[in-house]
């Protein structure tokens, strides 16, 4: 079974700190890239950063660029996403996520796997 548990979400005050970790179990973690979404109360999902599978290269949504940082240990199947000076508006669920990408014909084509989510709250 393809699990992916998240965790390391909770309470945090405005300028402050949390790291979340995602453990992935039942698939090759190195040939997937991971990503993080989140979504706030009322609205629809958004994706927030991803990490290729060697771990060389991130990407990150212009809303969290500069504060968060995305890694992964693939000795430990676990990716992480370092969040530095949270915002009232980072509050919400984030998700950790599997992509595993493949070519037919020339196109890529992405199987997703979804985790559950850990709450963040930032408030004072």
């Known amino acids: 079974d393809v699990q992916l548990q998240a965790s390391g979400g909770g309470l945090v005050q405005p300028g402050g700190s949390l790291r979340l970790s995602c453990a992935a179990s039942?698939?090759?973690?190195?040939?997937?890239?991971m990503n993080w979404f989140r979504q706030a109360p009322g609205k629809g999902p958004e994706w927030v950063s991803a990490i290729n599978g060697g771990g060389g290269s991130t990407y990150y949504a212009d809303s969290v660029k500069g504060r968060f940082i995305i890694s992964r240990d693939n000795a430990k199947n676990t990716v992480y996403l370092r969040m530095n000076g949270l915002k009232p508006e980072d509050t919400a669920v984030y998700y950790c996520?599997?992509?595993?990408?493949?070519?037919?014909?020339?196109?890529?084509?992405?199987?997703?796997?979804w985790g559950q989510g850990t709450q963040v709250t930032v408030s004072s």
């Open positions: 039942g698939f090759t973690f190195g040939n997937y890239d």
């Open positions: 996520a599997a992509d595993l990408t493949w070519y037919e014909s020339g196109t890529p084509v992405v199987a997703r796997t």
